[in-house]
């Protein structure tokens, strides 16, 4: 049976016209199907529009409940999808006509929404369908054709609105409106166009804004890309976003990636990489563990030395240089490792790469290098620390740093004094050992500074990023930092307790997401079981304790026992009219006397209470119905 608050055909005096129905919502729809042919395909909304006129002419003559509707709209969608797709794609130079993407999905979503008018009673009603022609008339907006769009989506409020007000049979004239209510109503709609043309204008000029930052923040975030062009470390060191959480003992400094071959400001690496399968994760209390914040880390960092290393999804990309990175597949959000002095993937000695820089950097460089270490000895540590010991007391830590143009930036660095940050300072120590026959290359990482009392880990930011050096001692590669002190670059100390308690809760909810992966299929099936045994219950306990509440689907006996009487007495229920409607029409109505017409009235205010609001009893109500009928008869 069909709910009473559902629109429903019955005995009526007259046939209202189609736009005085829910059938009212083929407005909208033809004003979408309008816009759909001038910037889409002509020919597909030509069909539907064909097929919306048949809806109105004949109407609703399909009744399905809502399992079959979804068994045959699901379905429909599916295959007007890759229809459209297939027969009407985007015609080729076609700028200003939708993609095929959007004409496939705008398409199949107006013609489930044109279907549904031949539907009795459509899962959802009419919003749904306005819904369904939302969407549709949102996908026609795929393409830029100045104000026509703003100028339909106008045309299409107003038919909505049409819509919603005359497909409700019950609506009353507006002749009633008082005048307060014109004038604020007007007031509104003032305000409302108002807020839309200030939208309009100001949408456009927005969207160029945030394209503009999030260009700005990528560019500014390929410091630990392939590539290294000096000064792209700028963006990460003034950025305050997180990066990686440390458990168990944090170390100064995680490598990430590490350039060997530079080219007049840029810096790159091979690509020798090989994959591997490292072990389960180490135990024991010497354990650390990093938690990658980012869903999909393009590369892992860990410090020098790190041993036992491990990754959540089992697998990993390694270089010559130790360097670990994702597969891409199978990006893991957590690695393990032991600190220690022999690592798990050792990086391979020196090649020729590590001592190559062009001939005119080479030539420029060094003079400075020889006076820098003339009086220091040959070991290659000692020639080292000099170096970093004249890069520090001769050039200052600046985040702005302007190369003329033409000139190589460490050239520049070195010659001119400039100052500069961590980028500047690596790259110029690099070369300047290269001049000297000592292999060396930049790497990129972070520096661990800060920590999160809250949670008791180690929390690792953009602004943490930092670039150093490795080079060959004669034996081993050794880290050097030839970036002064500055503050800076001093610690951060701890968490701000706010953002240190928000970031906590994060780091949990990523825990629980893992445990919830780790869980087996029998073990996700027991909480949905224990939850549907419990609902199970509460239901029945709800129908033995009201047994005329909810579980009633359609109208009770005596509603329908009070409608035909009423109908037969000339005072029929409309399509879409409420019991309490109703009721107040029946009172209104001078066909029955007074004291029978409150009588009835009162009926379907008792029906309404207890059929929505589970008030009373359907026995009483039952026995006042068939007493109220026989004495109406009578």
């Given at each position: 049976?069909?709910?009473?608050?559902?629109?429903?055909?019955?005995?009526t005096?007259?046939?209202?016209?189609?736009?005085?129905?829910?059938r009212?919502?083929?407005l909208?729809?033809?004003?979408?199907?309008?816009?759909?042919a001038?910037?889409?395909?002509?020919?597909?909304?030509?069909?539907?529009?064909?097929?919306?006129?048949?809806?109105?002419?004949?109407g609703?003559?399909?009744?399905?409940g809502?399992?079959?509707?979804?068994?045959?709209?699901?379905?429909?969608?599916?295959?007007?999808?890759?229809?459209?797709a297939?027969?009407?794609p985007?015609?080729?130079g076609?700028?200003?006509?939708?993609?095929?993407?959007?004409r496939?999905?705008?398409?199949a979503?107006?013609?489930?929404a044109v279907?549904?008018?031949?539907?009795a009673?459509?899962?959802?009603?009419?919003?749904?369908?306005?819904?369904?022609?939302?969407v549709?008339?949102?996908?026609c907006?795929?393409v830029?054709?100045g104000?026509?769009?703003?100028?339909?989506?106008?045309?299409?409020?107003g038919?909505?609105a049409?819509?919603?007000?005359?497909g409700?049979p019950?609506?009353g004239?507006?002749?009633?409106?008082?005048?307060?209510?014109?004038?604020?109503i007007?007031?509104?709609?003032?305000?409302?166009?108002?807020?839309?043309?200030?939208?309009?204008?100001?949408?456009?000029?927005?969207?160029?804004?945030?394209?503009?930052?999030?260009?700005?923040?990528?560019v500014?975030?390929?410091?630990?890309s392939d590539?290294?062009?000096?000064?792209?470390?700028?963006?990460?060191l003034?950025?305050e976003?997180?990066?990686?959480?440390i458990?168990g003992?944090a170390p100064?400094?995680?490598?990430?990636?590490?350039?060997?071959?530079?080219?007049?400001?840029?810096?790159?690496?091979?690509?020798?990489?090989?994959s591997i399968t490292?072990?389960?994760?180490?135990?024991g209390?010497?354990?650390?563990a990093?938690?990658?914040?980012?869903?999909?880390?393009?590369?892992?960092?860990l410090?020098?030395g790190?041993?036992?290393?491990?990754?959540?999804?089992?697998?990993?990309?390694?270089?010559?240089?130790?360097?670990?990175?994702?597969?891409?597949?199978e990006?893991a959000?957590?690695?393990?490792?032991?600190?220690?002095?022999?690592?798990?993937?050792?990086?391979?000695p020196?090649?020729?790469e590590?001592?190559?820089?062009p001939?005119s950097?080479?030539?420029?460089?060094?003079?400075?290098?020889?006076?820098?270490?003339?009086?220091?000895?040959a070991?290659?540590?000692?020639?080292?620390?000099?170096?970093a010991?004249?890069l520090?007391?001769?050039?200052?830590?600046?985040?702005?740093?302007?190369?003329?143009f033409?000139?190589?930036?460490?050239?520049?660095?070195?010659r001119?004094?400039?100052s500069?940050?961590?980028?500047?300072f690596?790259?110029?120590?690099?070369l300047l050992a290269?001049?000297l026959?000592?292999?060396?290359?930049?790497v990129?990482?972070?520096?661990?500074t800060?920590?999160n009392?809250?949670?008791?880990?180690?929390?690792v930011?953009?602004?943490?990023a930092?670039?150093?050096?490795?080079?060959?001692?004669?034996?081993?590669?050794?880290?050097f930092d030839p970036?002064?002190?500055?503050p800076?670059?001093?610690?951060?100390?701890?968490?701000?307790?706010?953002a240190?308690?928000a970031?906590?809760?994060?780091?949990?909810?990523?825990a629980?997401?893992?445990?919830?992966?780790?869980r087996?299929?029998?073990?996700?099936l027991?909480?949905?079981?224990?939850?549907?045994?419990?609902?199970?219950?509460?239901r029945?306990?709800?129908?033995r304790?009201?047994?005329?509440?909810?579980?009633?689907?359609?109208p009770?006996?005596?509603?329908?026992d009070?409608?035909?009487a009423?109908?037969?007495?000339g005072?029929?229920?409309?399509?879409?009219?409420?019991?309490?409607?109703?009721?107040?029409?029946i009172?209104?109505?001078?066909?029955?006397?007074?004291e029978?017409?409150?009588?009835?009235?009162?009926?379907?205010?008792?029906y309404?209470?207890?059929r929505?609001?589970?008030?009373?009893?359907e026995?009483?109500?039952?026995r006042?119905?068939?007493a109220w009928?026989?004495?109406?008869?009578?």
């Amino acid at each position: 049976m069909a709910d009473p608050l559902t629109p429903r055909p019955g005995p009526t005096t007259g046939r209202s016209p189609w736009w005085s129905s829910p059938r009212a919502v083929a407005l909208p729809l033809a004003v979408t199907l309008l816009l759909f042919a001038i910037v889409g395909p002509a020919a597909l909304a030509a069909l539907l529009a064909g097929l919306l006129v048949i809806a109105v002419v004949v109407g609703p003559r399909v009744s399905a409940g809502r399992l079959a509707q979804g068994m045959f709209f699901v379905p429909v969608f599916s295959i007007a999808i890759v229809t459209i797709a297939t027969a009407f794609p985007q015609p080729a130079g076609a700028l200003l006509e939708l993609r095929t993407p959007w004409r496939a999905f705008g398409g199949a979503t107006l013609l489930v929404a044109v279907l549904r008018l031949f539907f009795a009673s459509p899962w959802g009603g009419v919003p749904a369908t306005l819904g369904l022609t939302l969407v549709g008339f949102t996908a026609c907006g795929g393409v830029n054709r100045g104000w026509l769009y703003p100028a339909f989506v106008v045309l299409f409020l107003g038919a909505t609105a049409f819509a919603r007000r005359y497909g409700d049979p019950g609506h009353g004239p507006l002749t009633g409106i008082a005048r307060r209510r014109a004038w604020a109503i007007a007031a509104l709609g003032a305000v409302a166009a108002a807020v839309a043309v200030a939208l309009v204008a100001s949408i456009p000029q927005a969207h160029r804004w945030a394209v503009r930052q999030v260009m700005q923040r990528v560019v500014a975030r390929t410091g630990f890309s392939d590539r290294l062009d000096l000064g792209d470390l700028r963006g990460l060191l003034e950025s305050e976003d997180r990066v990686l959480r440390i458990r168990g003992g944090a170390p100064p400094l995680l490598r990430g990636v590490v350039y060997n071959r530079y080219k007049f400001g840029r810096w790159s690496h091979p690509e020798r990489i090989r994959s591997i399968t490292p072990p389960m994760a180490p135990v024991g209390d010497d354990v650390v563990a990093i938690e990658f914040i980012d869903d999909e880390p393009k590369r892992y960092f860990l410090p020098p030395g790190a041993r036992d290393v491990a990754v959540s999804t089992g697998y990993a990309l390694v270089d010559r240089m130790g360097i670990l990175a994702p597969v891409a597949a199978e990006p893991a959000q957590r690695v393990w490792y032991r600190p220690g002095e022999s690592p798990t993937f050792p990086v391979d000695p020196p090649a020729p790469e590590d001592l190559r820089m062009p001939v005119s950097v080479f030539y420029a460089l060094k003079p400075y290098a020889e006076a820098w270490t003339r009086d220091t000895a040959a070991d290659p540590t000692a020639r080292l620390q000099a170096l970093a010991r004249e890069l520090g007391a001769r050039h200052a830590y600046s985040l702005d740093n302007e190369v003329p143009f033409g000139v190589d930036p460490v050239v520049s660095f070195i010659r001119e004094g400039r100052s500069g940050h961590c980028e500047h300072f690596a790259s110029s120590f690099a070369l300047l050992a290269r001049t000297l026959s000592i292999p060396a290359r930049v790497v990129g990482g972070y520096r661990v500074t800060e920590y999160n009392a809250v949670g008791g880990y180690a929390l690792v930011r953009e602004r943490d990023a930092h670039a150093w050096v490795e080079a060959w001692d004669g034996a081993r590669w050794r880290t050097f930092d030839p970036t002064p002190a500055v503050p800076a670059l001093a610690s951060r100390g701890q968490t701000p307790w706010l953002a240190a308690v928000a970031d906590a809760a994060g780091s949990q909810w990523l825990a629980f997401l893992d445990w919830l992966d780790a869980r087996t299929p029998a073990e996700m099936l027991v909480p949905p079981s224990v939850l549907i045994l419990l609902l199970l219950a509460v239901r029945t306990w709800r129908r033995r304790r009201f047994p005329t509440g909810p579980a009633s689907a359609g109208p009770l006996a005596c509603f329908q026992d009070l409608s035909e009487a009423l109908s037969q007495a000339g005072l029929p229920r409309h399509p879409a009219e409420t019991p309490v409607q109703w009721a107040n029409r029946i009172v209104a109505d001078p066909s029955l006397p007074g004291e029978a017409a409150a009588e009835a009235a009162a009926l379907l205010h008792r029906y309404a209470a207890l059929r929505y609001g589970q008030r009373g009893h359907e026995k009483d109500l039952a026995r006042d119905v068939a007493a109220w009928t026989t004495s109406l008869r009578a």
